[in-house]
């Protein structure tokens, strides 16, 4: 018994060196592979390329653009039959305004003439009397009609604006003859709510699919003299030549906030980690070194975030792994506990 004792203790005491040998050598092996040093203050993590492989890591150089802030909103191609049904309401009260002009006229030089038969007493008093009355009511059949054309002017105005309005009631508007052959189409367009600041640019662009790199030109009109019933936003008219929208059709709108341009670059939405509010980037500063970068005040447009003035031309960014590069930096800060 005491010989199998003596036998197990010199096996277990055998393996045992090799076991913490092994141990030791992958640990060694880990800390070769990734570790952050500080260097001037700044936080470096050191990742060999393996272990970027690995990982899955991936970066992307960035290349410096010029960049318009821009806001969204939302609007629909007018479809023509309002503003046709206005054009044919002005076209029937012009006839009879001018029909009514025509008797009015008449009537009026029936007057001379009866009246100058009554100063000869050709004519009775009763036939001159009559007369005037007839002129008195054609007189108030045409400032009726007169009243009549401008009543659907204002109520126009008050629904599309001046510019439509003068478009839909102008018998000889190139802009009317061109949306009716279907050469532009007119836009309407509803700002958010707490937007009350007018489009600074003319231009602003438009795609009924929401896609932001094919969105096209359309140019501002007017403004409408009514907010949206539904949003409360201030509307807009626009015009596009473009044939891909059609009346009816729904689309989003990028609208320029700026009219100068910004200095900065776009990166990928994947590319920012947050932590307690603020937001990180990782600069790849050669081939196994990283540090992170705050970045202030980053801008979300379609395809990521705009970052003014803050990242390099050329400098390489992490888009892949940046949350698990920020969560070995912080696990770095923690002190090792010691072994029991």
Same mark, same amino acid.
């Given at each position: ?6 036998v ?6 055998? $393996? ?10 992958? %640990? ?15 936080? /470096?993590?050191?990742?060999? @390329?393996?272990?970027? =492989? ?11 653009? +010029?960049?318009?802030? =821009?806001?969204?909103?939302y ?10 049904t ?11 305004q ?19 038969? #009554? ?35 204002? !109520?126009?105005?008050?629904?599309w ?13 190139? %802009? ?5 052959? &279907? +050469? ?17 640019s *003319?231009?602003i662009?438009? *795609? ?10 359309a140019? $501002? ?7 949206d ?8 008219? $626009? ?10 059709? !729904? ?37 196994e070194?990283? /540090? #992170?970068?705050?970045?202030? *005040?980053p801008?979300?447009?379609?395809? &990521?975030? $705009? ?5 390099? @031309? ?13 969560? #070995? ?12």
């Amino acid at each position: 018994m005491h010989y199998l004792t003596v036998v197990f203790l010199t096996c277990f005491l055998s $393996f045992y060196p090799i076991y913490v040998t092994a141990s030791d050598t992958e %640990h060694n092996k880990d800390d070769e592979s990734e570790s952050v040093q500080l260097i001037n203050g700044q936080p /470096v993590i050191f990742l060999d @390329d393996d272990t970027q =492989e690995i990982s899955g890591l991936e970066t992307l150089k960035l290349k410096q653009i +010029e960049y318009q802030a =821009e806001s969204i909103a939302y609007g629909t191609a007018i479809k023509l039959s309002p503003l046709l049904t206005i054009r044919n309401q002005y076209l029937a009260a012009l006839a009879q305004q001018s029909s009514a002009k025509v008797r009015l006229t008449q009537a009026e030089k029936n007057i001379s003439r009866l009246t100058n038969l #009554h100063k000869d007493e050709a004519i009775s008093t009763r036939k001159l009397q009559n007369q005037q009355t007839q002129w008195q009511s054609d007189k108030a059949i045409y400032d009726s009609s007169h009243y009549q054309s401008q009543i659907i002017i204002n !109520n126009s105005q008050l629904q599309w604006g001046k510019t439509l309005t003068r478009w839909a009631t102008d018998l000889h508007s190139e %802009h009317f003859n061109k949306l009716i052959n &279907g +050469e532009i189409i007119v836009l309407q367009i509803t700002l958010p709510a707490n937007n009350s600041s007018p489009p600074l640019s *003319n231009t602003i662009y438009i *795609n009924p699919t929401g896609n932001r790199n094919l969105a096209f030109t359309a140019s $501002f009109i007017s403004h409408l003299p009514q907010a949206d019933t539904f949003s409360q936003g201030l509307q807009y008219i $626009f015009q596009t030549e473009n044939p891909a929208i059609k009346p009816g059709m !729904n689309f989003t709108a990028w609208i320029p906030q700026n009219k100068q341009t910004q200095t900065g670059v776009i990166i990928p939405e994947s590319s920012i980690a947050w932590h307690l509010g603020l937001a990180f980037v990782f600069i790849k500063i050669d081939e196994e070194h990283f /540090v #992170h970068r705050t970045i202030s *005040n980053p801008v979300k447009v379609p395809n &990521g975030y $705009f970052i003014a003035k803050q990242i390099a @031309d050329g400098e390489e960014i992490v888009v892949t792994g940046t949350q698990m590069l920020l969560s #070995h930096e912080f696990r770095s800060q923690i002190p090792d506990e010691d072994d029991d």
